[in-house]
């Protein structure tokens, strides 16, 4: 018979269980990095915020940012600082001189959608022609008018918005005094 014997496992060497640790850190880094940049995806808001600007406490010449106050510094510039303008709203859809020009051979798509403009609240929309065109339909806007543009193509589903060409067939088919002209193109 053999003697039992008690079995020792073997010993680690030295410095050799610091590995396991890291990979699971790092594996738990990049899990979270993925998974944070999945659930937010690319439609959330971005904020960015703008560096604390100095303010002079008045007590003693000290200067605080941001909670940490300094010594006092050889020049301190109050120049105020100012918050970017928050965009304008946009017109009021009575406010906008609308034209809807029928690109295509379809009669009588440009009085249609004139009048689906008038039922949302566009007042005097003008329906005429356009030289016939074979691209998608473009909202174009003239200068200044970027925002009726934005407003008419939202609510009317259009997807291009461009700036009103200075000359050309399109220029000589919109009416003067247009702030925006809708250009209805096939599809």
Aim: proline share 12%; aromatic share 4%; with cysteine.
């Amino acid at each position: 018979m053999t003697p039992e014997t008690d079995t020792v496992p073997p010993e680690r060497p030295e410095g050799g269980g610091w590995i396991r640790p890291v990979a699971l850190v790092a594996s738990c880094l990049v899990i979270g990095f993925v998974g944070g940049w999945v659930l937010r995806g690319d439609e959330g808001p971005v904020t960015v915020l703008a560096p604390a600007a100095p303010v002079d406490t008045g007590e003693t010449g000290s200067v605080t940012t941001g909670g940490t106050s300094t010594a006092p510094a050889a020049t301190t510039s109050t120049a105020p600082t100012t918050a970017p303008a928050a965009p304008a709203p946009p017109p009021d859809r009575s406010d906008i001189r609308l034209v809807v020009l029928n690109g295509t051979n379809e009669n009588g798509l440009a009085g249609r959608i004139a009048a689906q403009a008038e039922s949302l609240g566009y007042s005097g929309v003008t329906a005429g022609n356009a030289p016939t065109s074979t691209s998608p339909s473009v909202t174009y806007f003239t200068p200044g008018q970027r925002p009726a543009a934005q407003r008419v193509a939202r609510d009317l589903e259009i997807e291009a918005i461009e700036a009103l060409p200075t000359s050309g067939a399109l220029a000589a088919a919109t009416p003067e005094g247009t702030d925006v002209a809708l250009v209805l193109g096939p599809g």
